[in-house]
């Protein structure tokens, strides 16, 4: 009885030891091992499918939703072209006017035409609470490669981490595992960005100098250091600032400015014309 | 028998492509539910503790797989998870919802803490209070969900013919 509980104990020690070893070996940034690749092939159209269910279900309510104010929304839009046609004409002297102060200050601008972008579908996400990762519709066959930016309008989604065929793992800003060299838009202030475990709606910016002053509200943008993210991509915005516990820096807390939840679609930057682009000025 | 264990396995890939799919849209104060971990309770407090090892080690498989990093994560806390529900077989009643509700909470307050430990041990940074909100936020949730769900998982089984030794 003694010898079968030592053999019991023997196994499970054996299977702890094994299993600690191969977590060790998988971390994120490595090749995929063949099973890996096979169950993606295998399961991945199983995601796709339940997800173009869950996109026709989301637009099929939002149009149902959107019936109901038809008559008040056509009342109000007519309104709104009435007042944007006249807002246009403005704008088209601010325009001229612009560009040849931007001219004159030899101003760089950021525009979308910088990039090289592939759009992709969010088919999966991580199934866990702890990590923030999901997959894309878009791979290899794409000229998908690990460490591409991965964005939306409203701001930083993440970057690429493994690529197979015809999908890619993209870490999320969001994941603890994720640091961001980033700045603060209004002051220029030099910080790393780290996601918070187990939050889709908050992020963290470490290594703030202590003596200076941080607002609510200041967006936070990536700063290009590092090579990995192109600069002056938006964030979010700071929501507070608070003392570190070593007391040599401050932390901010960050809302990001992508709804993590409802991802949708993202944009896969595959090449940056001009990495030098100094976007800060740039997102007002 | 075989046909108990594609049932097994059915359930799991099921739970697995909710769970990477959907399920992000039912977050609550940032938590979502676990239902490839409920299922693998489910599976464990009904059959055993052999049974729940094996549906747990199967589910952390293609949990792992699916998230693409750390495999093994999900196999260690998912087989703790079976394994002690397996335990409570033979000592409630399985019928009743209730009961499977506060076994489905201990087995996932389990689960996640031996997830947290391993995340400390591979020194991923997680604060302690954000790791109990996770640990404890999760076995709420499948708690709760225990209470619509087992009801209808239990009465397939006992449908199909594979929980005939229960007190109904």
């Given at each position: 009885m003694v010898s079968d509980n030592y053999k019991k104990i023997l196994i499970v020690a054996i299977v702890i030891t094994l299993a600690i070893f191969m977590i060790r070996a998988t971390h994120l940034e490595r090749e995929i091992t063949v099973p890996e690749i096979a169950f993606k092939y295998i399961f991945t159209p199983f995601q796709m499918a339940v997800v173009a269910i869950e996109n026709a279900g989301k637009s099929g309510?939002?149009?149902?939703?959107?019936?109901?104010?038809?008559?008040?929304?056509?009342?109000?839009?007519?309104?709104?072209?009435?007042?944007?046609?006249?807002?246009?004409?403005?704008?088209?002297?601010?325009?001229?006017?612009?560009?040849?102060?931007?001219?004159?200050?030899?101003?760089?601008?950021?525009?979308?035409?910088?990039?090289?972008?592939?759009?992709?579908?969010?088919?999966?996400?991580?199934?866990?609470?702890?990590?923030?990762?999901?997959?894309?519709?878009?791979?290899?066959?794409?000229?998908?490669?690990?460490?591409?930016?991965?964005?939306?309008?409203?701001?930083?989604?993440?970057?690429?981490?493994?690529?197979?065929?015809?999908?890619?793992?993209?870490?999320?800003?969001?994941?603890?595992?994720?640091?961001?060299?980033?700045?603060?838009?209004?002051?220029?202030?030099?910080?790393?960005?780290?996601?918070?475990?187990?939050?889709?709606?908050?992020?963290?910016?470490?290594?703030?100098?202590?003596?200076t002053q941080i607002k609510r509200n200041q967006v936070v943008v990536t700063s290009g250091l590092g090579g990995v993210y192109p600069k002056g991509i938006r964030i979010g915005r700071i929501l507070k600032a608070y003392n570190d516990p070593s007391g040599l820096f401050q932390i901010a807390e960050v809302e990001p400015f992508v709804d993590f939840k409802r991802l949708e679609y993202v944009f896969v930057v595959t090449e940056v014309y001009n990495p030098e682009i100094n976007l800060l000025e740039g997102m007002e | 028998m075989k046909k108990l264990r594609l049932f097994f396995l059915a359930f799991i890939l099921l739970a697995l492509i909710l769970q990477t799919t959907v399920v992000d849209l039912f977050r609550v104060y940032s938590i979502k539910p676990d239902l490839v971990l409920l299922v693998v309770i489910f599976l464990g407090f009904m059959y055993g503790k052999r049974d729940g090892m094996l549906a747990g080690f199967l589910g952390g498989l293609f949990s792992d797989l699916a998230a693409g990093s750390y495999i093994g994560l999900n196999i260690m806390s998912y087989l703790a998870a079976g394994y002690l529900a397996g335990m409570g077989k033979n000592n409630f009643y399985k019928d009743n919802v209730f009961v499977a509700s506060v076994i489905c909470v201990i087995g996932t307050l389990l689960s996640q803490l031996v997830y947290y430990l391993l995340l400390l041990f591979l020194i991923v940074d997680v604060p302690v209070l954000h790791g109990i909100k996770i640990i404890v936020g999760v076995a709420l949730y499948n708690g709760f969900l225990t209470l619509i769900l087992y009801r209808w998982f239990y009465m397939f089984f006992i449908s199909k013919g594979y929980l005939k030794d229960v007190d109904v």
């Open positions: 309510i939002s149009f149902l939703i959107s019936l109901k104010d038809l008559a008040e929304e056509n009342k109000k839009l007519k309104e709104e072209v009435r007042q944007l046609k006249s807002e246009l004409a403005k704008m088209e002297e601010y325009k001229i006017q612009n560009r040849r102060l931007k001219e004159l200050l030899q101003y760089k601008e950021f525009t979308i035409d910088n990039y090289d972008l592939i759009s992709a579908g969010v088919i999966g996400r991580n199934p866990s609470n702890w990590f923030s990762t999901i997959t894309i519709n878009r791979g290899m066959q794409d000229g998908i490669k690990p460490d591409m930016t991965v964005l939306v309008p409203e701001g930083l989604v993440g970057r690429v981490v493994i690529v197979h065929s015809n999908t890619a793992e993209v870490l999320l800003i969001t994941d603890p595992r994720m640091g961001v060299g980033a700045v603060v838009q209004q002051t220029r202030l030099p910080g790393v960005v780290r996601g918070v475990t187990g939050s889709c709606e908050r992020l963290k910016m470490l290594h703030l100098p202590k003596d | -």
